[in-house]
């Protein structure tokens, strides 16, 4: 079983839908957790961190369930500037935290 | 504030040749990785290093090298490039956080190719 699975999508959805995506990790031992984005040819930026008691950034939210040892995204309002792959990073306490990535999943947002 | 650079940006090897490409960063971080991404493969780990003079293995390090010998710097060495070396390397920083709270920040990478 891979450390951090995604479903690799494409995920194709109009304009102003909602979209969720999930993240499993298999270490139990993981401490923090991340969405990123990357563009096509580009370096992945970070999206969010995802916290516990699960964060917002506009229409974006990340929950994180360790029970289950899963993360989502949710985006709210679709808009075409959305379409990326978006990147699960799980870091695992090791003394230094060492991440590890999940292979990402493709958004293609369409008017 | 440059961020994280990279040099070059793109690069044609030939089977057996050597190079090594730079990373740089401004952002007095104390951990920089360097990462290898190929088609349906997602980024891989090649080596880390959590402070200046030191670095270690990740999950892909055969084949590379790496020398942290200033903070603000990590080289990653191919001493006989292979075709299987053929990739977009990203190198990436973050700051110390005790947390493990540490987001990356991304150079613009290297495209590789070994013919």
């Known amino acids: 079983r891979k450390e951090v699975e995604q479903d690799p999508g494409p995920f194709n959805v109009p304009e102003g839908a909602t979209v969720a995506f999930n993240c499993t990790y298999s270490?139990?031992?993981?401490?923090?957790f991340f969405w990123y984005r990357q563009d096509c040819r580009k370096e992945p930026k970070l999206l969010m961190s995802?916290?516990?008691s699960g964060n917002e950034d506009g229409r974006f939210t990340a929950q994180l369930n360790r029970a289950s040892q899963y993360i989502s995204l949710l985006i709210r309002d679709s808009k075409l500037s959305d379409s990326a792959t978006y990147l699960c990073?799980?870091?695992?306490?090791?003394?230094?935290?060492?991440?590890?990535f999940g292979r990402g999943t493709s958004l293609i947002v369409h008017p | 504030n440059a961020g994280v650079t990279q040099t070059p940006k793109f690069r044609v090897l030939k089977t057996g040749q050597s190079m090594t490409l730079l990373c740089a960063q401004d952002?007095?971080?104390?951990?920089m990785y360097w990462y290898r991404q190929d088609p349906g493969m997602g980024l891989r780990l090649i080596h880390y290093?959590?402070?200046?003079?030191?670095?270690a293995k990740g999950e892909v390090p055969d084949g590379y090298n790496v020398s942290r010998l200033k903070k603000q710097n990590f080289l990653l060495g191919l001493e006989s490039a292979a075709p299987s070396q053929t990739s977009v390397y990203f190198c990436?920083?973050?700051?110390?956080?005790?947390?493990?709270?540490?987001?990356?920040?991304f150079g613009p990478g290297t495209r590789l190719t070994v013919l």
């Open positions: 290093s959590v402070g200046e003079g030191t670095t």
């Open positions: 995802v916290y516990s």
């Open positions: 990073v799980v870091n695992r306490e090791g003394g230094s935290y060492i991440p590890t």
């Open positions: 990436a920083s973050s700051p110390l956080r005790f947390s493990g709270y540490n987001e990356q920040f």
């Open positions: 270490n139990s031992a993981s401490q923090s």
């Open positions: 952002m007095n971080h104390e951990y």
